[in-house]
Structure formats: structure tokens, C-alpha cells
């Protein structure tokens, strides 16, 4: 298995700009979960889905964000507009149930100037 | 104050040393992680433990859920086990992780 796949690993936009995250989950595994790193706050779930449904979006900070999976192979994190202090590694992980088989993607480092 | 913590926050060794990362939490937890973040890199699950001891080549975790408490030692240290290295909380209902500030280990030639 290739892993939870990320994309973009790098993101550089400008303020303002639509942007979106990708995450392909390991198959098999119906918990997603999107976190955010930064060096202030550290690690951050942001929200996670359970079988596609979103279950606990409360980490979103704002309604500038929005996630969605609309498959058990996909989804997408999205901030619109983006801002300067959006700017993080996103990371995209995928597990089993009860913490088994918990995988992180390589992150989508992205910058907003 | 933070549900999981962590200390020491950051650490220098020289190879070979035995080190030792705690980490304490408040919150109740079906299991605790540890993670392992190289830089600029990804984060890897090296152990998830919800009971004793594990062990996997040079590292070995361990936890006491009675006193909230678990650490993670690595034997004979190397320079590659450079990493930050992350503690976290799980809860089965859940599956979220309360994460720990990170331990930065540094270990020289």
C-alpha cells in the first residue's frame, strides 16, 4: 500500500486565493482525520470523518475552512479566502478504528504571502 | 495547562547515550502513541500502547495508566533518531489525538 497520499506537498499562494488540500486514505480505513501544525500551537485535529460522515469539525477555526469526502478514497480540505496565518503543514491521517493502523500523509506544506 | 505533556522539551545526546522523553496526561485515554517527526518530514507512529510495555529494536515504550504516565527510551543512541519526538492521546470512541508539544532530540557523533 502506498500510504496515505497527500497533495500538493508544497503550496505557496497569495492572500486571498482559493486553496485546496487533497488526501487519498490507506484503503480499508474508514477514520480520516485533517490536522494542522504550526510552530505556535503544534499539532491540531481539525476535523475527522467516520465512515465519510463528518463526526467532529470543532477544530475548524473558522468558516473559512470547509472539509469534505465525498468517497471512502477522497477528500478535500479547503480554506477560502486564504490568509497569511493559514500558513502550516497540513496533515491528512487515516486509521482502522481504536487507534489501529493510524497513518499519517508526508503533510502539504502551505504558504500564503 | 496542556492535557498532555511532555518533557524534556528539547534534549542533546551524544551516540550511544540511553535517553529517556515523559510524557504525563490528564485526560482520560483508551491509548497513547508515540510519534516520531523527522524534520522536515513526516510523522510516523512508532507505538501505540494502552497497557505495560512494547519494544522495537532500540526503542521501548512504556506506560502506567494508573499514574497517567508513559515514557519512551531509546538504547544506544544515533544520530538518525534525530527527530522530534511526539506523545499522544487517544480515545477509542473517537480515534482523535491530543497531542503533547514534542520532545526535539539531537544526538551527536
Known amino acids: 500500500d502506498a500510504g496515505v497520499i497527500q497533495s500538493p506537498r508544497h503550496e505557496v499562494t497569495e492572500m486571498g486565493q482559493e486553496v485546496t488540500l487533497r488526501c487519498k486514505p490507506i484503503s480499508g480505513h474508514n477514520s480520516l482525520f485533517w490536522y494542522r501544525q504550526t510552530m505556535m500551537r503544534g499539532l491540531e485535529l481539525l476535523i475527522y470523518f467516520n465512515n465519510n460522515v463528518p463526526i467532529d469539525d470543532s477544530g475548524m477555526p473558522e468558516d473559512r475552512f470547509s472539509a469534505k469526502m465525498p468517497n471512502a478514497s477522497f477528500s478535500t480540505l479547503k480554506i477560502q479566502p486564504s490568509e497569511p496565518r493559514d500558513s502550516a503543514v497540513y496533515f491528512c491521517?487515516?486509521?482502522?478504528?481504536?487507534?489501529?493502523?493510524?497513518?499519517f500523509g508526508s503533510g502539504t506544506r502551505l504558504t500564503v504571502v | 495547562k496542556n492535557e498532555v505533556e511532555q518533557s524534556p522539551q528539547n534534549l542533546t545526546a551524544q551516540e550511544g547515550e540511553f535517553i529517556t522523553i515523559n510524557c504525563s496526561y490528564s485526560?482520560?485515554?483508551?491509548?497513547l502513541h508515540w510519534l516520531q517527526q523527522h524534520p522536515g518530514g513526516g510523522i510516523v507512529s512508532l507505538f501505540m500502547l494502552s497497557s505495560g510495555k512494547k519494544k522495537h529494536g532500540r526503542l521501548i515504550a512504556t506506560i502506567n495508566i494508573q499514574e497517567k504516565h508513559s515514557s519512551l527510551h531509546i538504547t544506544a543512541s544515533h544520530p538518525r533518531d534525530s527527530a522530534v519526538y511526539i506523545c499522544a492521546a487517544l480515545n477509542y470512541n473517537t480515534d482523535k489525538l491530543i497531542f503533547g508539544t514534542g520532545t526535539r532530540l539531537q544526538v551527536f557523533p
Open positions: 485526560v482520560g485515554i483508551s491509548a
Open positions: 491521517a487515516s486509521s482502522t478504528g481504536q487507534g489501529r493502523g493510524y497513518t
